[in-house]
């Protein structure tokens, strides 16, 4: 089949585009290679995502932005399956420039799903975050530990897709984002295409060109193997849910496969793959043996001290779960960062 994968030269979108191209579909890429100028040269590489998938003769790509509607509308023609993984991704971005992040997530997401609905494609799912909840998860009571923040027991399994939404602050980014989920939404139920909304926390993996302001796990790994002085904001004790990007493509895949018509479903490791900064710190140490130099700095505007996945929804749906421990997975991200030049 034919498949369209917004942002498929990013970390998301390449995966994603990678294991349909390895299936044998033809995939088109829509991505403005905007991630590249976040990234000095000599930090990655710009192009090492972009010279990786073209090496497969079935990916085609289209140096284009999704606010560009009749390109998207374009690329959409044939297609079964959208994969919407494009998008402005940072928190701190959005409080820089909401406009450009209203339109990127909003006016993009609107384009993506009116090309679905004009050309007849079936399924699009859609790459959400999180941060829809915004400052409700702050509401939530939380016990410190020596390392890390837990949830109260009522939320000990994590934060579920029944949390409110509503009556809160959530930065322009989560705005965003939420509007393009719910819109999202609608188009299933007004439109009838066959739509998958997953709510990520912290995914993570190979080929994750991560910055102090996004993919946190790739930059604190990228860090300590420079030795570059790590800046931390808070305390450390920030606890995220992690998730390895086979993992993910895995579940996208029991959604394509599944009869579900519609869904909306929060995505991390759980309470299981769960780890804070601090932890993180120390299974670095433990894989490379090194320590970057460390400072800290006042909390961030709208940081969530503590947020998991309660996966029981997906697993129970799709009869999925994750299976790369954080162990497993920073060692293979550590493993991609060594053997690749420019990231050395």
Not at 98 to 110: K, R
Not at 147 to 169: M, Q
Request: aromatic content about 10%; glycine content about 10%.
């Amino acid at each position: 089949m034919k498949i369209l994968v917004t942002g498929g030269m990013g970390f998301i979108g390449s995966h994603i585009a990678e294991y349909h191209a390895m299936k044998g579909h033809q995939v088109v890429v829509i991505d403005n290679l905007s991630r590249g100028r976040l990234l000095s040269d000599a930090m990655f590489g710009k192009n090492l995502n972009q010279n990786h998938l073209l090496t497969y003769g079935n990916i085609k790509h289209i140096n284009a932005d999704i606010r560009d509607k009749a390109t998207v509308m374009e690329a959409a023609q044939g297609c079964e399956v959208i994969f919407h993984a494009a998008g402005q991704t940072a928190v701190t971005t959005s409080m820089q420039n909401p406009e450009d992040d209203f339109s990127a997530n909003v006016v993009g997401t609107f384009n993506v799903l009116e090309s679905a609905r004009q050309n007849g494609v079936g399924t699009v799912v859609y790459c959400s975050t999180n941060k829809v909840y915004g400052e409700n998860v702050n509401k939530v009571e939380i016990l410190e530990g020596k390392r890390r923040y837990a949830f109260e027991e009522a939320y000990n399994k994590g934060i579920s897709e029944n949390f409110p939404v509503d009556l809160c602050e959530h930065t322009p980014y989560g705005c965003s984002k939420l509007t393009g989920d719910i819109y999202c939404q609608e188009y299933a139920r007004c439109y009838g295409i066959r739509t998958a909304v997953f709510r990520m926390s912290c995914i993570y993996g190979t080929r994750q060109f991560g910055i102090e302001d996004q993919g946190w796990v790739a930059w604190l790994t990228y860090a300590t193997l420079r030795n570059i002085p790590l800046n931390i904001y808070g305390d450390g004790k920030q606890v995220r849910d992690l998730l390895f990007i086979s993992d993910l493509v895995d579940l996208y895949e029991k959604f394509l496969l599944s009869d579900i018509s519609h869904g909306v479903f929060n995505v991390g490791g759980g309470r299981d793959f769960s780890v804070s900064i601090l932890e993180l710190l120390e299974l670095l140490h433990e894989i490379t043996g090194k320590r970057a130099p460390l400072t800290y700095s006042d909390w961030r505007h709208s940081d969530q001290k503590i947020y998991i996945s309660d996966t029981g929804k997906v697993m129970d749906t799709l009869g999925w779960k994750p299976e790369v421990s954080p162990l497993a997975g920073v060692g293979r991200l550590v493993e991609f960062m060594t053997n690749n030049e420019p990231l050395r």
